[in-house]
């Protein structure tokens, strides 16, 4: 499966965004997905991650209540809406999906989008 990430850009903080995570080649309702981050000089780091038919999700405390993760397997989409967004929020954000059930270690997903940039200004 191939995914395409898309819906980064520049906001200020208080702002929203949603981003979307397309797949191709593949139906993404054969993978359990979620969303990744990383920050210049930092680690990557969880976001959120969602079941296969979108029943179980789960956020990182950092993103709790301000960020939603959800999907539309008939489109073959996964979204990320992101409110409320803080300077700390700033990274490029990769969608992912595994084989195995969702998870919220990096390794442990099989193929990942390229990345789109999301950037808060404070």
């Known amino acids: 499966v191939q995914l395409q990430a898309s819906g980064g850009g520049l906001v200020q903080a208080g702002g929203s965004l949603r981003l979307s995570c397309t797949a191709s080649?593949?139906?993404?309702?054969?993978?359990?997905a979620g969303w990744f981050r990383q920050a210049p000089g930092k680690e990557r780091e969880f976001v959120a991650t969602?079941?296969?038919?979108?029943?179980?999700?789960v956020y990182a405390d950092s993103v709790k209540g301000r960020f939603t993760i959800s999907r539309d397997n008939a489109k073959n989409t996964m979204y990320l809406q992101m409110n409320s967004l803080k300077a700390e929020d700033t990274a490029v954000y990769y969608c992912?999906?595994?084989?195995?059930?969702?998870?919220?270690?990096?390794?442990?997903?099989?193929?990942w989008g390229q990345g789109t940039q999301v950037t808060v200004s404070s």
């Open positions: 080649g593949r139906a993404l309702s054969s993978y359990a």
């Open positions: 969602i079941s296969r038919r979108g029943g179980r999700t």
């Open positions: 992912a999906a595994t084989k195995g059930d969702s998870s919220t270690a990096w390794y442990e997903y099989d193929y």
